[in-house]
């Protein structure tokens, strides 16, 4: 399974980012997705979570300005990141499992290469 982030770059705060994640060699509706992002002399964090279902959680202080969603035809997960601030500067990682929805980083099984997104205060 491999998995695509795209969509980082620069962006004013206050402005918006939509990054996609495209999978391929894998049954992608059997998964469920994640986003992560890795702030600067920072560990790797949760940002957003969906399950197969359609269920979404959110890390407390993206949750209103960021939506995580899937299109199962298309193959990709999308992260739509509005009102973005300066403290949203990382880069942000796509995960799949097809066991867990939300956890420890290290319980998901792929991984994306990353996507650097840097908001301008």
């Known amino acids: 399974v491999q998995l695509q982030a795209s969509g980082g770059g620069l962006v004013q705060a206050g402005g918006s980012l939509r990054l996609s994640c495209a999978v391929s060699?894998?049954?992608?509706?059997?998964?469920?997705m994640a986003w992560f992002h890795r702030a600067p002399g920072k560990e790797r964090e949760f940002v957003a979570a969906?399950?197969?279902?359609?269920?979404?959680y959110y890390e407390d202080s993206v949750s209103g300005r960021f939506t995580i969603s899937r299109d199962n035809a298309k193959n990709t997960m999308y992260l739509q990141m509005n009102s973005l601030k300066p403290e949203d500067t990382a880069v942000y990682y796509c995960?799949?499992?097809?066991?867990?929805?939300?956890?420890?980083?290290?319980?998901?099984?792929?991984w994306g290469q990353g996507t650097l997104v840097t908001v301008s205060s």
């Open positions: 060699g894998g049954t992608f509706s059997s998964y469920n």
């Open positions: 969906l399950s197969r279902s359609g269920a979404t």
């Open positions: 995960a799949a499992s097809p066991n867990i929805v939300t956890g420890p980083r290290t319980l998901y099984d792929y």
